[in-house]
């Protein structure tokens, strides 16, 4: 289960945005432990009142988060009910949400994506060995603990959120609006996922990475989403050929072709070395 926290023990700061049926704000939890008062920055995480029939999902994925730890896995400290408030309690991380990083920031290197994405495989992987799947891997539900500083050779660093509301608790318009990130085969189930689920949403992920998170299929119709599943389409190749190719793979709509998390490390990790890197540096000091 997880940790409950008394209301009175929290404090709320401003408020930081909302995500789906969730509004977050920055502030600080108070413990007193040995006899000593301790105070934690948090993010408050509020399930809006207007879908508290989700609060047992919403609470699942708290639990879900607390029963494991990994670096890449963020830390929930757990629940609090007030009235009708649902609140999650979390760990506060600084930067914030992946894809609002990802589309204000327009200079991030090759080698910076790379990393993030290797980061994210890990984590799918670690997941997989759990036997947990997370079911809403995207790059709004990837946080940035630490910014890279390449002057002191600081790598970023990033952590998987909580998948929030489960998918089989949502409206058909609502599954429809995460193509591409939910596989196809969850259309139509989206209460049997599988761990082939998240490596298809891994790849829409890192396509995102890779397109200055500029969301794929921005402004698609749900219409036209939906046609894209039903046409098999695929989402625009990076020029990149084995990214492509890795994205490509784990897109697939037939889940026995998409790699084993091994695989995909195992293709990130080559892909490091490749020439693209050289190729596009160049390119972009001749520019
Ligand atoms: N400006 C700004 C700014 C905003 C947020 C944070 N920090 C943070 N910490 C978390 N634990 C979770 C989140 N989330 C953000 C979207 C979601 C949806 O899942 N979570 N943001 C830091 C700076």
């Given at each position: 289960?997880?940790?409950?926290?008394?209301?009175?023990?929290?404090k709320?700061?401003?408020?930081?945005?909302?995500?789906?049926?969730?509004?977050?704000?920055?502030?600080?939890?108070?413990?007193?432990?040995?006899?000593?008062?301790?105070?934690?920055?948090?993010?408050?995480?509020?399930?809006?009142?207007?879908?508290?029939?989700?609060?047992?999902?919403?609470?699942?994925?708290?639990?879900?988060?607390?029963?494991?730890?990994?670096?890449?896995?963020?830390?929930?400290?757990?629940?609090s009910?007030?009235?009708?408030?649902?609140?999650?309690?979390?760990?506060?991380?600084?930067?914030?949400?992946?894809?609002?990083?990802?589309?204000r920031?327009?200079?991030?290197?090759?080698?910076?994506?790379?990393?993030?994405?290797?980061?994210?495989?890990?984590?799918?992987?670690?997941?997989?060995?759990?036997?947990?799947?997370?079911?809403?891997?995207?790059?709004?539900?990837?946080?940035?603990?630490?910014?890279?500083?390449?002057?002191?050779?600081?790598?970023?660093?990033?952590?998987?959120?909580?998948?929030?509301?489960?998918?089989?608790?949502?409206?058909?318009?609502?599954?429809?609006?995460?193509?591409?990130?939910?596989?196809?085969?969850?259309l139509?189930?989206?209460?049997?996922?599988?761990?082939?689920?998240?490596k298809?949403?891994?790849?829409?992920?890192?396509?995102?990475?890779?397109?200055?998170?500029?969301?794929?299929?921005?402004?698609?119709?749900?219409?036209?989403?939906?046609?894209?599943?039903?046409?098999?389409?695929?989402?625009?190749?990076?020029?990149?050929?084995?990214?492509?190719?890795?994205?490509?793979?784990?897109?697939?709509?037939?889940?026995?072709?998409?790699?084993?998390?091994?695989?995909?490390?195992?293709?990130?990790?080559?892909?490091?070395?490749?020439?693209?890197?050289?190729?596009?540096?160049?390119?972009?000091?001749?520019?």
């Amino acid at each position: 289960q997880f940790h409950t926290i008394k209301y009175e023990d929290l404090k709320w700061d401003e408020s930081l945005g909302q995500g789906s049926f969730t509004r977050i704000f920055k502030g600080e939890k108070t413990d007193y432990r040995d006899g000593e008062k301790h105070t934690t920055e948090v993010l408050l995480k509020e399930l809006d009142p207007d879908h508290k029939n989700c609060w047992e999902s919403f609470f699942e994925a708290a639990s879900f988060m607390s029963q494991i730890s990994h670096k890449h896995l963020l830390h929930v400290y757990g629940v609090s009910v007030h009235g009708d408030k649902n609140i999650m309690v979390q760990e506060f991380v600084k930067h914030g949400a992946l894809d609002l990083y990802l589309k204000r920031e327009k200079s991030l290197s090759v080698s910076w994506k790379l990393n993030v994405a290797k980061q994210l495989a890990c984590v799918l992987n670690f997941l997989e060995e759990q036997s947990i799947i997370h079911g809403n891997i995207c790059a709004k539900n990837l946080l940035l603990v630490r910014e890279e500083d390449p002057s002191q050779g600081i790598s970023p660093f990033i952590k998987l959120s909580d998948p929030g509301i489960n998918v089989a608790m949502l409206g058909k318009d609502v599954i429809m609006h995460r193509i591409p990130w939910i596989a196809p085969e969850s259309l139509a189930a989206p209460d049997n996922l599988t761990h082939e689920c998240d490596k298809w949403s891994f790849g829409a992920t890192v396509w995102e990475i890779f397109n200055n998170g500029n969301p794929p299929l921005q402004g698609w119709s749900l219409e036209e989403k939906e046609k894209f599943y039903e046409n098999k389409q695929q989402l625009p190749p990076s020029q990149w050929t084995e990214l492509a190719d890795l994205i490509g793979q784990c897109m697939s709509y037939d889940l026995a072709f998409r790699p084993s998390c091994r695989s995909i490390i195992r293709q990130l990790n080559s892909l490091v070395t490749s020439d693209y890197e050289i190729l596009h540096a160049t390119e972009s000091v001749t520019q």
